[in-house]
């Protein structure tokens, strides 16, 4: 399927690829679902394309399709990547009317965004509400990627 091509084009880093296929995909008139952006907005990450990602998840949007955690982590993962976390701020104060999407990918994601601009602070506080919002689940613990995450920010 085209969400697997595009998948494999993401995880060789070869994001150019992946745009194009994904031009072909709609060209053939196929309808791209989830799965499909998704990857598309991770190759976008690699190839730091930090724009093309905000530009495919908002046509998913255009097209009718909602975003989940894993295309919301994606998109803040492409705007860390790119140093962006001014935008990785905004898009995670959308995300906090969408409770259901708050999880420790999109919380990682935005934090390690902060830490990479120096904003250790905003970092120390984004992870204080969600070991708030875990307990609060009974949802596991934050996991070790984002504690390193947090200590590179120290």
Not at 73 to 87: F, P
Not at 105 to 125: D, F, M, N
Not at 141 to 153: C, D, G, M, R
Request: with cysteine; charged share 30%; proline share 3%.
């Amino acid at each position: 399927t085209y969400s697997t091509l595009v998948s494999a084009y993401e995880r060789g880093g070869r994001w150019r690829d992946a745009i194009a296929l994904f031009d072909e995909l709609l060209r053939e008139g196929l309808t791209p679902d989830l799965v499909t952006y998704g990857a598309l907005i991770s190759a976008c990450k690699r190839g730091r394309q930090w724009q093309k990602a905000l530009y495919f998840f908002d046509d998913l949007q255009r097209r009718g399709l909602e975003p989940d955690s894993k295309t919301y982590g994606a998109l803040l993962s492409a705007l860390d990547k790119a140093g962006q976390w001014q935008k990785a701020m905004e898009l995670f104060d959308d995300l906090q009317r969408k409770p259901e999407h708050l999880d420790v990918i999109t919380y990682t994601a935005v934090i390690s965004a902060c830490t990479k601009g120096g904003q250790w602070e905003k970092a120390l506080r984004l992870f204080d509400d969600l070991r708030r919002q875990e307990k609060k689940k009974n949802g596991p613990e934050p996991e070790i990627v984002l504690y390193n995450t947090l200590i590179s920010a120290c």
